[in-house]
């Protein structure tokens, strides 16, 4: 009798495509998806990414970095089935310094990415942003306000590109029938943010940590509501991997004002800083809060991560860094 023939089933692994993956978060979100089987392929020119946050993989048969601007045409002759377009200056100071690079990489590098989703067939996620509300005059921040922006102020040309790479997400989706969606990313912390990326988590820490004065800016009664990085790249997968094509927020509620920040960090880090008072930045949000319930109800998503745990881990990586 003839034997069974015995059938094996290959199974291949994803393959992401990952811009910006040399950044904060795009380096976080390439770890989870290598934790996740995925092959990743990341895009970044390092004009605010650091190599340093994906030398770890070096060596990785499931990793391949490529150093290139997304403005630029992208060819790629492997298949894709995610791409994920995080390239963007994302700091205030680094926006302000590169003005014309965060329009294009919003503007220009959506449309590139869009372009290699749509011609491997690839699902679309786009980094957004709760800048998308500029100055909001509804709090918390539901997905349904459209915002507070001044088009022509030192922010538009983030919160204008965000705004732009939004709609191009949506007009790819209605047009091209494309499995598209949207993250508005809230403030968001941890281990490989640039010391002087000039955000108020780095800014403080590093002050705190070498006993220098803590800069708040204006009177510190603007408020922000920081999530930790693994939260917040755990609930964007969870969007990536669902069938919802509309924004969904994903941030951390914890809301509190930059005076009682900069007191908490003083008091975790035992410095010996003082807190001083500088000009608030023009256009600077009064107050920021997402609203989850969309989240939590569509990716059965919130965070994790308690405030002083984050913190802690935060300081950590900054300490030998300072
Ligand atoms: N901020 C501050 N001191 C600093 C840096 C920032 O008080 O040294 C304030 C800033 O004015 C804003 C908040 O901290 O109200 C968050 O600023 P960040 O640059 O981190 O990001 P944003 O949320 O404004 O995009």
């Not at 010391?195 to 004065?213: M, T």
């Not at 603007?222 to 094509?245: H, K, N, V, W």
Request: aromatic share 10%; net charge positive.
């Amino acid at each position: 009798m003839a034997k069974a023939k015995k059938v094996t089933r290959v199974v291949k692994a994803p393959v992401s495509v990952v811009t910006g993956g040399a950044g904060f978060l795009g380096s976080h979100l390439v770890d989870l998806l290598l934790s996740k089987g995925h092959k990743v392929i990341a895009i970044d020119n390092l004009v605010t990414g650091s190599v340093d946050n994906i030398a770890h993989l070096a060596g990785s048969n499931y990793f391949r970095f490529i150093q290139q601007d997304v403005t630029e045409f992208l060819f790629l002759d492997s298949p894709v089935d995610y791409v994920w377009h995080f390239a963007s200056p994302a700091s205030p100071v680094d926006y302000l310094e590169l003005p014309i690079q965060t329009l294009k990489v919003g503007s220009l590098g959506t449309h590139k990415a869009l372009g290699l989703a749509k011609e491997k067939g690839a699902r679309f996620l786009i980094a957004s942003t709760s800048e998308t509300y500029g100055d909001p005059l509804v709090h918390p921040q539901t997905e349904e306000y459209w915002g507070n922006v001044n088009t022509i102020g030192p922010r538009g040309c983030y919160d204008e590109a965000k705004r732009f790479a939004e709609a191009m997400t949506m007009a790819y989706h209605r047009q091209h029938k494309m499995e598209t969606r949207i993250v508005r990313i809230f403030n968001t912390y941890g281990p490989r943010m640039r010391l002087r990326d000039g955000r108020v988590v780095p800014a403080f820490i590093s002050q705190a940590l070498k006993n220098r004065p803590v800069t708040v800016f204006g009177e510190g009664q603007q408020t922000r509501s920081f999530c930790y990085c693994a939260d917040l790249i755990e609930g964007i997968y969870r969007l990536m991997m669902s069938d919802y094509p509309l924004p969904v927020n994903i941030g951390n509620p914890h809301e509190m004002t930059m005076l009682d920040f900069a007191r908490q960090i003083v008091k975790i880090t035992g410095s010996k800083s003082r807190i001083i008072h500088k000009p608030l930045p023009q256009d600077d949000p009064k107050q920021r809060r997402p609203d989850i319930t969309k989240a939590k109800q569509l990716l059965k998503w919130e965070p994790q991560v308690p405030f002083a745990e984050g913190m802690r881990r935060t300081i950590e990586y900054f300490k030998p860094r300072v």
